[in-house]
């Protein structure tokens, strides 16, 4: 069983369209992370979030963490083709210690 | 160092033969992972350190696997008598514990092709 389903698992969109990712779960977590990963890289750390219905801006994208803790969204406006890669969602049980676990991805193609 | 480091970047070997990757994770971080992926898949998780302690190796996928961690810096993974289901990117990170709640530094990954 996943512990993180994300969701879609592939996107492909035009320039200049809004899209919306998400990443969801039964479980309660302290802390939710997204990553950015391009082609032969690590992933990048995009944002933690904390607080439940807490809302986080960069630039173009928005992330928000569900009031109860257990989901996530990723959204992004005007995307860009630089917007392209595989977007993860990492989630702790305990803040201070221990591993992350990661959904899937949702593997983003934005067409100039 | 700046980021975390990784080496190889790209690793053949023949199945039944042992491989050793090495993580060199950025100064200070107390904490160090190591996640495998598939193609274009999520992460799976491996181990983790706490300074030169292992109080997570629950991921480790048999007893072929196996890592360690010296002077709360580098870390070397060593698989024994690869097999093909071993090929995947082998990833490092590492962080410091309470800070930032909870992200990760990584690695670019070591890409090992078990033939």
């Known amino acids: 069983t996943q512990l993180l389903e994300q969701s879609p698992q592939f996107l492909s969109i035009q320039e200049g369209e809004n899209l919306t990712v998400y990443c969801n779960s039964s479980s309660v977590f302290s802390s939710l992370q997204w990553y950015r990963q391009e082609p032969g890289e690590g992933p990048v750390l995009l944002v933690t979030v904390v607080t439940g219905g807490e809302v986080k801006k960069l630039k173009r994208l928005t992330f928000q963490f569900g009031d109860a803790r257990k989901d996530s969204s990723l959204h992004i406006t005007a995307a860009q083709p630089g917007d392209t890669g595989l977007y993860l969602c990492a989630a702790r049980l305990n803040t201070n210690a221990g591993k992350s676990t990661f959904g899937d991805g949702t593997t983003l193609t934005v067409k100039p | 160092g700046a980021g975390v480091s990784q080496s190889p970047s790209n690793k053949v070997t023949e199945k039944g033969k042992d491989v050793e990757l090495r993580c060199d994770p950025i100064?200070?971080?107390?904490?160090l992972y190591w996640y495998r992926q598939s193609l274009g898949q999520g992460l799976e998780f491996l181990i983790y350190f706490q300074g030169n302690s292992a109080p997570d190796k629950s991921g480790l996928p048999s007893d072929r696997f196996s890592a360690e961690r010296t002077g709360g810096s580098v870390s070397t993974l060593t698989i024994q008598r690869t097999q093909q289901e071993d090929s995947a990117v082998y990833l490092c990170?590492?962080?410091?514990?309470?800070?930032?709640?909870?992200?990760?530094?990584f690695g670019s990954g070591t890409r090992l092709t078990v033939v």
């Open positions: 990170a590492s962080s410091v514990p309470g800070q930032g709640a909870g992200g990760y530094t």
């Open positions: 100064s200070g971080h107390t904490a």
